[in-house]
């Protein structure tokens, strides 16, 4: 292995070989120059920055303030014994490096706050959103900066066996328009929001026990496999923008995809979030957690 530790263009040839064929040697180099900037690196984040690297991207930027805990080990790429107690966005980095060594990695341990968002958004070819689904603030405020910096954003979210699929386009609707947020809105009719906007078909919804869904705790259900699925989606999305490939089809346009159930959806949504049917849910989704107490 010393041939390659002096020798990254000899290194990145041996290492992405696999991917010519699918991808042009012309492409690998322009993967290989991008950078991509991935908020979050747990069950999604992680899963995100690993593929991406062995993809071929030359640069990260990654973030996330947390600590990994037995909690995560069923979904998390870098939840162990091991790494019990250290910082995931950390942990990350020698994952990353300990494929990619020459790979390019910037490390937000702090996570993504008001004080470095510019900095770590500066430089990102695409954003990839991997933040826990119930950290709503910044989930807004990063999208929304993404936009002004003229940045495409990725954002897939595990549904029970499955994975919904959105973009953002520097010059086509924003995240509140699209998720239909406003100021006054509560916390929690926010995230409901978000959820229904995140997944318009709810093909998932027949099997999914909201009963374990806790707004007020900030816990919910997710399988890896969803993860992995999530995954998949978000990184084939970001080679498509890199590369130029095909045409990008940002919100209201959106995609799910269910293995459990063996169905996908596709659609344009329109009026986005304020589709009466997406009202409708959003109102039975507000009823149904005020009543239980989830969102107190």
């Not at 069950?43 to 993809?55: D, S």
């Not at 990994?68 to 014994?81: K, L, T, W």
């Not at 086509?172 to 318009?200: H, N, Q, R, T, W």
Request: aromatic share 10%; hydrophobic share 40%; with cysteine.
């Amino acid at each position: 292995m010393d041939k390659y530790k002096n020798n990254s263009d000899l290194f990145y040839k041996d290492a992405f070989e696999r991917n010519i064929g699918i991808l042009t040697e012309v492409e690998q180099g322009m993967l290989n120059n991008s950078t991509v900037a991935v908020i979050g690196c747990g069950g999604v984040g992680g899963m995100h920055i690993m593929n991406l690297v062995r993809t071929g991207i030359g640069a990260l930027h990654i973030a996330d303030m947390d600590n990994f805990e037995v909690a995560n080990f069923q979904r998390q790429s870098g939840a162990s014994m091991d790494t019990v107690g250290l910082n995931k966005a950390a942990i990350m980095k020698d994952m990353a490096l300990a494929v990619n060594p020459h790979l390019k990695i910037k490390v937000f341990e702090d996570g993504v706050t008001d004080d470095n968002i510019d900095e770590f958004l500066s430089g990102a070819d695409v954003l990839v959103d991997g933040i826990d689904f119930f950290a709503f603030y910044m989930r807004r405020k990063v999208f929304n900066k993404a936009r002004e910096k003229g940045m495409y954003t990725v954002t897939a979210g595990p549904l029970g066996f499955g994975s919904a699929l959105l973009v953002f386009s520097p010059d086509g609707m924003v995240f509140d328009e699209y998720f239909d947020i406003k100021d006054e809105m509560s916390y929690e009719d926010k995230l409901i929001a978000f959820a229904v906007g995140l997944a318009p078909a709810s093909i998932h919804m027949g099997y999914l026990d909201l009963n374990k869904v806790d707004l007020s705790s900030g816990k919910g259900p997710a399988l890896v496999s969803a993860c992995n699925i999530c995954s998949g989606l978000a990184v084939t999305e970001v080679i498509k923008i890199l590369l130029g490939k095909q045409n990008i089809k940002c919100v209201p346009n959106y995609f799910q995809f269910d293995p459990f159930l063996q169905k996908y959806k596709k659609g344009y949504l329109i009026g986005a979030n304020r589709n009466p049917i997406q009202l409708i849910k959003r109102w039975y989704l507000s009823k149904k957690f005020k009543k239980s107490g989830a969102s107190k």
